[in-house]
């Protein structure tokens, strides 16, 4: 168990906030691994208010710890976004399989909302490492404001493939509510044409989805009734509460 101190919080996508913390000594993880945060200080300090797991946004590749989630209104997110400048937090120590895999040749990303995080990091840590993977993302949100990373994502698309970075990245965003004037991208819910669009043959790839409980189980079932993947090629991460 670490305590971890605050050094800022910093203001993501709309209603998204990444909160910074000081790495401690020593601490290291795989990409796309998840950690328990506690706070004893809540009034009602049982361990349902005050824990509260998250993918680490950060990649091990970078110095600081982050972690970036939704706004809340549960007593923990309180906590957690009026924390101040040198407050700390209980962290256990990093866990789970939802991890970058050493298979470069082909990775289908799918992501609702928040949960982008770990795929975030896969990019990071794998161009970091220049590792060389093949990346495709789908990436759905209710609305273009709600999109986080998007400027870095853009600096990712930018090098993808250049003398900068061996790994091939493809983005395809989709917004499920409503797309502002010009949006050029996909609309409504990732479904089984917007896959077959970018991947000829789904046998050979190796699908990892990330994102709300309800959300991801859909997408089990695009992809294993509708679309024919074969269940051991799917791995899956749900956010639970939301
Ligand atoms: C393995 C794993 C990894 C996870 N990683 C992450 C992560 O990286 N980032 C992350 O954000 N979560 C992550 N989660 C989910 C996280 O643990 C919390 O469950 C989630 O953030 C919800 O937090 P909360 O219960 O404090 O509720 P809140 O965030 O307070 O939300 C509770 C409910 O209220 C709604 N709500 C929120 N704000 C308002 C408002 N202003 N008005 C009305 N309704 C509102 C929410 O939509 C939600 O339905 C992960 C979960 C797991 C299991």
């Excluded at 709309?14 to 913390?21: A, D, I, K, R």
């Excluded at 361990?47 to 972690?67: D, H, K, L, V």
Aim: with cysteine.
């Amino acid at each position: 168990m670490y305590n971890i101190e605050l050094l800022e919080h910093k203001k993501g996508a709309e209603g998204t906030t990444l909160s910074v913390f000081k790495r401690p000594d020593g601490f290291d993880y795989l990409p796309g691994q998840h950690v328990v945060l506690r706070f004893m200080n809540i009034k009602t300090g049982d361990a349902e208010t005050g824990m509260r797991t998250f993918t680490i946004a950060s990649s091990p590749t970078e110095e600081n710890i982050i972690i970036a989630y939704r706004n809340g209104i549960s007593e923990f997110k309180k906590a957690l976004q009026g924390m101040k400048k040198g407050d700390t937090v209980k962290m256990f120590s990093p866990v789970g399989r939802f991890v970058l895999p050493e298979d470069k040749s082909s990775i289908v990303m799918i992501a609702g909302g928040i949960g982008i995080v770990p795929f975030r990091v896969f990019m990071k840590y794998s161009i970091d490492n220049d590792l060389g993977h093949d990346f495709v993302l789908f990436y759905s949100n209710p609305t273009a404001n709600r999109i986080t990373y998007k400027e870095e994502f853009d600096e990712f698309l930018k090098n993808s493939r250049t003398e900068k970075t061996n790994n091939n990245i493809q983005i395809v965003n989709t917004l499920t509510k409503s797309a502002p004037d010009g949006w050029r991208e996909e609309k409504g819910r990732i479904n089984s044409r917007m896959i077959k669009d970018r991947i000829n043959d789904v046998s050979g790839r190796l699908f990892y989805v990330c994102g709300p409980v309800d959300m991801v189980k859909d997408m089990e079932v695009l992809l294993i009734d509708e679309m024919g993947v074969d269940e051991k090629n799917i791995k899956t991460e749900k956010f639970t509460g939301y």
